[in-house]
């Protein structure tokens, strides 16, 4: 049988190996995603991004049990820095998961960021959609989490959490730019510790001051993940934020920026790999380079004749 | 984009301490593979769904309390129930030499003893994984 309907029929096996081929762009890639489109749409997407060490896989355990309690089928994606002098990665989240892996319904996939910038694999966003047409309810995207500017996340998820700790020293300020635009959410995790209060008051305040995010005001919630404290408000505010979506018409506004975003993405890929083939086969690109290099044409000049000659 | 080969490093049985297996999860790492690294004390049946999960391509299991006659042979036949028989599974650990035949028997592919270099189980592993 077919991957996709092995896949769709619920096998688990044909899951991870659709994400195998996807994430390596093998040859089945493409057809594998275009099968499985149809298929997509209906997970609620949580992004979970913050600091190392912040608790961010603490916490997705905790609400992956919650929502399984529920009756939700549970997909997670996590997401470890791939080493840029070796290539290879060590992808530790499943250690603070484990309990997770005996439950059938409960998927958790590894991913190395593979050179990727923003917090994400570079396939996460089709990986998410694999897991979305398997027919997982809710699905949990564990960004790196090393300090990047880690804004991705809200290109795949629906509602983002950002999970910060009390007592980094200089707290608003260790919070790197860009991060209090992206959080719907915001945790602060291990309140078992001192600095909670300050930490909450200027986190309240930077929030009233950003001038984005009219429609939906971020809120605080306070967690121990590690005890599952704090978890009941936490899901609350999921699902209140869910809620504000799908009745403000938000969720839509997004998909469709999202969807259009991808599709000139997919876009750009298809027509550069055409053009470089297209250039590459009769050495073509050499003696543009050449004619560069001695200062006979611009740039410009030979992208127009590219172009032109492409479209025509 | 070019394949990595992916290995899930376990320690099943109760021992203790995980020193041997981050050094070797470390040595993978740096020799290119992506390591999913699960921490101790697992069981055959939560390394078997962790390697389905997560479509590794080897499984290397370390053990220091003796039980591996019982668990490696264990985690081999989990996931062979998974069609996952073309993982190559290698262990290591204080493992006795008599014990060798038996587990390469059961389908283990190699044994490292203590001491064998990092960079020979790299090597096993670039030259044993198919496809
Ligand atoms: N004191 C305290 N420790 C926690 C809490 N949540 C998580 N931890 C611990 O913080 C460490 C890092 O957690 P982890 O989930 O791996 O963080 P991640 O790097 O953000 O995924 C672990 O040792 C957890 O046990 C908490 O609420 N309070
Ligand atoms: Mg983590």
Redesign the pocket.
Known sequence: MDIVQELLRGSRRALARAITAVENDYEEAGSILQDIYPFTGRAHVIGIT?P???????LTDKLAKEYRGQGKTVGIVAVDPTSPFFGGAILG?RI?MNELTMDPGVFLRSMGTRGSLGGLARKTVEVVKLMDAFGKDIIFI?TV?VGQSEVDVIKAADTTVV?LVPGLGDDIQAIKAGILEIGDIFVI?????DGVERLNTELEMMLDLNPEKTLWRPVVKR????RGEGLVELLEALENHRTFLVTSGEQQRRRSARTKNELLVLLNEHISKKVLEKITVGGELDSFVERLENHQQTPYAIVNTILAEMLR | MEKRIRVLVAKPGLDGHDRGAKVVARALRDAGFEVIYTGLRQTPEQIAEAALEEDVNVVALSLLSGAHNTLFPKVVELLKEREMQHVLIVGGGVIPDSDIPGLKQAGVAEIFTPGTPTAAIVEFIKVHVTQ
């Open positions: 913050g190392p060490g912040a608790g961010k896989s603490t989240d603070r564990e989490g999970v995790n291990k309140a078992d510790r967690t121990v993940a590690s």
